[in-house]
């Protein structure tokens, strides 16, 4: 009897299988990071081949971090091709997220030479090859689920590194995203230069009028 986590990879291949099909190089991209008050913005482009596929591949929220650190090492060893893009805290506030994440997204794919490319939900990237976004596209389709669990590993080990720099924030645990803790530190501490500025103005703004 097959599982949960079985059935929706057999359902990501599925949804996969036309495009493999029709293409050589069909490439996955998500990214990871959009949300959090610190860290880069990080972008994965990966292009999977239709036989073997990794086990395990599915969104990388539905997977444990230790899960998901296997997984990506598979991906790296089976991908035709894994590329990963940034944009930094300085360029998200000054572009805003959605910009700076589709530049992030551009420079994943830079190298990819990709037929197609599914894209999580985001769209008119300006790439070399046509582009399918897909809402939920971690959920649906397994080069998007691929693309997911390398860029969400990549960055929580880039937070990891900056927890080592900035100790005082606690960014081993929540990975930049605004905790009640995370909050209190950038009260106590001030903004470090890994905070998107723009992401506090709120938070700075109310804590100004207590």
């Not at 997220?97 to 992030?104: D, E, R, S, Y």
């Not at 080069?143 to 969400?152: E, M, R």
């Not at 080990?157 to 081993?172: I, K, S, T, V």
């Not at 605004?178 to 992401?199: D, E, N, W």
């Amino acid at each position: 009897m097959r599982s949960d986590s079985q059935e929706r990879r057999m359902a990501m291949i599925a949804h996969d299988q036309p495009y493999w099909a029709a293409c050589a190089r069909v490439a996955g991209m998500d990214e990871a990071g959009r949300g959090p008050l610190a860290g880069d913005v990080v972008a994965a482009c990966v292009i999977m081949p239709s036989a073997p596929t990794v086990d395990w591949v599915d969104d990388s929220k539905k997977l444990s971090a230790l899960r998901r650190d296997k997984v990506y090492e598979e991906i790296l060893r089976t991908a035709l091709y894994v590329g990963v893009g940034r944009a930094s805290a300085q360029e998200i506030d000054e572009i805003n997220i959605l910009q700076a994440t589709m530049n992030a997204m551009r420079r994943a794919a830079a190298d990819a030479q990709a037929n197609i490319y599914l894209i999580d939900a985001v769209k008119n990237l300006g790439l070399d090859a046509p582009e399918i976004p897909i809402v939920h596209g971690d959920a649906v389709s397994y080069s998007i689920a691929a693309a997911s669990i390398v860029a969400k590993v990549t960055r929580d080990r880039e937070l990891l590194a900056l927890d080592q720099q900035y100790p005082q924030y606690g960014f081993a645990q929540h990975k930049g995203y605004g905790t009640k803790a995370h909050c209190a530190a950038i009260l106590q501490y001030g903004a470090s230069p890994v905070h998107r500025k723009a992401f506090l103005r709120k938070l700075l703004q109310d804590h100004d009028t207590k």
